[in-house]
């Protein structure tokens, strides 16, 4: 859009919303199947180490976990969205999301997020995932973006090679 055409009225307001829709609309966004599978992949490759690190090392033992569970939570979830939240920010991706080409993105941008998107999409998901409220949601959309993307100002979408 120029601001020629802005200035001598040849677009309008309308016009601009509806190249602001169709470039929303033509982002490739990630499929469930690749969303899940790297999902799964950074939960083996991400979490589990913390899990075993704080159970075993931390803890001692699993019945010392399931004590103090709460506790536990926390010392693995921390950990963990410092990790995520860094791969979020540095590059777009976590080594799931790489494994099948997916990034998550900034909707304002169209660039990796920011640190403060990054640690609100890591926040936001956590609570949606534990409280199962929204796990459909994405569902229900067209663009496949779940309460914690809509939150945090986030897309997930196919990279190309």
């Known amino acids: 859009m120029r601001w020629r055409d802005v200035k001598q009225n040849k677009i309008t307001h309308k ?6 829709k169709e470039t929303e609309s033509s982002l490739p966004y990630a499929t469930y ?3 899940i599978k790297a999902f799964i992949t950074d939960t083996f490759l991400l979490s589990m180490p913390i899990f075993y690190a704080v159970i075993y090392l931390v803890f001692g033992n699993r019945e010392g976990f399931q004590n103090d569970m ?6 693995i979830l921390g950990p963990l969205g410092v990790v995520i939240v860094l791969f979020y ?3 777009g991706q976590t080594p799931g999301m790489k494994a099948y080409d997916i990034k998550v993105i900034d909707n304002k941008t169209g660039e990796k997020p920011s640190l ?3 640690i609100l999409r890591f926040f936001f998901f956590n609570v949606v995932l534990f409280s199962f ?11 496949r973006r779940g309460i914690y993307d809509l ?4 897309s997930v979408i ?4």
């Open 33 to 35: 199947g690749d969303k």
């Open 158 to 161: 196919k990279t190309t090679k």
């Open 151 to 154: 939150l945090s100002g986030t």
């Open 89 to 91: 920010f540095i590059s």
């Open 70 to 75: 709460l506790l536990g939570w926390f010392y």
């Open 133 to 143: 409220i929204g796990l459909f949601f994405s569902f229900l959309r067209e663009d």
């Open 15 to 20: 016009d601009e919303a509806k190249e602001i």
């Open 116 to 118: 403060l998107l990054a």
